[in-house]
């Protein structure tokens, strides 16, 4: 950057709007010049403007930056903001400047005095600007590249790449989401996954938030999040959802949920006529926290030194599915089960009630449910008698899977969990909920995306 403005001041040559470029012949007689004008018409809606002057000037910290002096088309009329219809001149305001995508790494800047218009029903409003939304001192364009990058990248690293800030970015997201979310199509939804993630420490309610996710096949996004996971917080959601798109709780089949008990009440009782599916995911949650409870436990016990050092990271081993295990790993994992008594009889558990997810009828999974839940309720393992009870009492909400096979694919909650989980962590440190809101919307909310002339990225 030092160069280019080296370079300019020894040949003392000012660009006014002009970028030299040699054509393709390089032919010096005939090499046209792109004007920054043209380029900036091209990438930018000013229909009923005029670009005055493109200049290259320095910053308060001598560092260069392009600027771009706009102007009224005399041509045309001016449109108020509010409702797009041409009106009379009321007065002007004060020279305004906005931010736009830079260029080479230079800062480009926008620069125009607004006029306010006698808007046709009624007042003074400030007059449209295509670039420009409401108060924001970065135009359209820059919001939506920010945003855009804003998915890739940190809003950390996006800010630094681009030498802009933090906040710069928050609100550029929280335009492209608060855009999406009104000009989103929420037709046609018919199968529903209720979730919840963790998010902080502790187990308190204000450290869950609930996600509503679409699960059709081909179209699986995010459609809601609110903060904690009570009852009120699920009807909050089934409202707005139902304010924004009306019948959306009467078009639903299949809702795939937790055993949450909150969750599964207003479920029966908002849109009761759609399956309730406990989720092969959930469950699988539940089970292998009770083998983690009886791990643990039992890993607590040992006294001697030699066996300690045997069974050391097998968490994870216990954790992953039997199958999956291989290799080295799955020597480790034998050495463990056969060195700790009650987990492995956990785990012999855990594994055997994959097949229950297998069976095609209900009734043959029923058979298989009652069979494995005497067993793990003789087994004398506290956790596991308490996950067997918990299936018991939901049995029937367990055997919608089968009524419900063809309609949704249980692997999609997972997935999306998974890539919640992983935003979130990459957002780590925001410990605002409005932030972490707006994290999730962008990347997960698979939202529609203002309109512009030209793609930056
Ligand atoms: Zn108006």
């Excluded at 006029?115 to 600007?129: K, L, S, Y």
Aim: net charge positive.
């Amino acid at each position: 950057m030092g160069f280019v403005t080296k370079t300019f001041q020894a040949c003392r040559w000012r660009p006014r709007g002009l970028i030299g470029v040699a054509n393709i012949q390089n032919n010096p007689a005939t090499a046209i010049h792109l004007q920054l004008k043209t380029l900036l018409r091209r990438v930018q809606d000013l229909a009923g403007f005029i670009v005055k002057s493109v200049r290259l000037t320095d910053d308060a910290k001598g560092k260069p930056r392009i600027e771009a002096v706009l102007a009224a088309d005399p041509r045309f009329k001016r449109r108020c903001s509010c409702c797009g219809e041409p009106g009379r001149v009321h007065d002007h305001m004060k020279e305004r400047q906005w931010h736009f995508v830079p260029l080479w790494g230079i800062p480009v800047i926008l620069r125009y005095t607004p006029c306010r218009v006698i808007c046709p029903t009624g007042g003074a409003t400030v007059e449209a600007m295509p670039w420009s939304r409401g108060k924001s001192p970065y135009a359209v364009a820059y919001m939506l590249f920010l945003a855009r990058w804003a998915r890739r990248l940190s809003w950390k690293e996006t800010a630094s790449v681009f030498q802009t800030s933090w906040e710069a970015v928050r609100r550029s997201v929280e335009w492209v989401v608060e855009w999406g979310l009104e000009n989103r199509v929420l037709t046609g939804v018919t199968a529903l996954g209720i979730d919840e993630l963790h998010w902080g420490r502790g187990k308190k309610s204000e450290n869950f938030v609930t996600l509503i996710y679409q699960i059709d096949a081909g179209v699986r996004r995010l459609l809601w999040i609110g903060h904690k996971r009570k009852e009120a917080t699920l009807k909050e959601g089934f409202a707005f959802l139902e304010n924004q798109c009306d019948g959306f709780l009467a078009g639903l089949r299949v809702i795939c949920s937790d055993m949450w008990k909150p969750y599964l009440k207003v479920i029966a009782k908002k849109a009761g006529w759609a399956l309730n599916v406990l989720d092969p995911f959930h469950i699988a949650k539940h089970l292998n926290l009770a083998v983690d409870t009886v791990r643990r436990g039992e890993q607590s016990r040992l006294r001697d030194k030699q066996a300690k050092a045997k069974v050391k990271g097998a968490r994870f081993l216990l954790l992953k599915r039997g199958t999956r295990v291989r290799g080295k790993a799955r020597a480790k994992l034998k050495a463990v089960l056969g060195s700790l008594g009650a987990t492995s009889r956990a785990w012999e558990l855990k594994e055997s009630f994959r097949k229950f997810w297998q069976y095609r009828s209900p009734t043959w999974a029923a058979a298989y449910l009652q069979a494995w839940t005497t067993r793990a309720l003789r087994s004398r393992l506290e956790p596991m008698r308490k996950v067997a009870k918990m299936l018991r009492s939901h049995e029937d909400l367990l055997l919608n899977y089968f009524r419900a096979k063809r309609e949704y694919n249980s692997g999609v909650v997972e997935g999306l969990n998974n890539k919640a989980r992983v935003e979130l962590a990459r957002s780590f440190g925001h410990r605002s909920f409005n932030i972490l809101k707006l994290v999730l919307y962008h990347t997960l909310g698979s939202l529609p995306e203002p309109p512009s002339t030209h793609k930056f990225c």
